[in-house]
Nanobody
Framework: QVHLVESGGGLVQPGGSLKLSCAAS????????MGWYRQAPGKERELVAT???????NYADSMKGRFTISRDVAKNTVYLQMNSLKPEDTAVYYC??????????????WGQGTQVTVSS
């Protein structure tokens, strides 16, 4: 089981920045993929960014060039640096971990979510 603890959300003005953190209870090399989803009220859950155990990153088109996902392996933590924030970025951001066992069973774990609000 993987326990995820998120932090870093808050209220910022348009054009501002926030950095989200997601600390995992397991060595992240043993987690096949980690990343972030977001969900605004009344909208579908949207994938924001992912990073694999090999360090490969991927971003949704609307976040490319503004958001950066990174990791600190020693701290078992992934980060999401969000720059040039827009009001449409307002959502609850959820960290996730996707784990595939040696028996090929898959497990998905989620953090509690952190609110990001972009407003003037």
């Amino acid at each position: 089981q993987v326990h995820l603890v998120e932090s870093g959300g808050g209220l910022v003005q348009p054009g501002g920045s926030l950095k989200l953190s997601c600390a995992a209870s397991r060595n992240i090399f043993s987690i096949n993929a980690m990343g972030w989803y977001r969900q605004a009220p009344g909208k579908e859950r949207e994938l924001v960014a992912t990073i694999t155990s090999r360090g490969t990153t991927n971003y949704a088109d609307s976040m490319k060039g503004r958001f950066t996902i990174s990791r600190d392996v020693a701290k078992n933590t992934v980060y999401l640096q969000m720059n040039s924030l827009k009001p449409e970025d307002t959502a609850v951001y959820y960290c996730f971990a996707h784990l595939i066992t040696m028996a090929t069973m898959t497990y998905d774990y989620w953090g509690q979510g952190t609110q990001v609000t972009v407003s003037s």
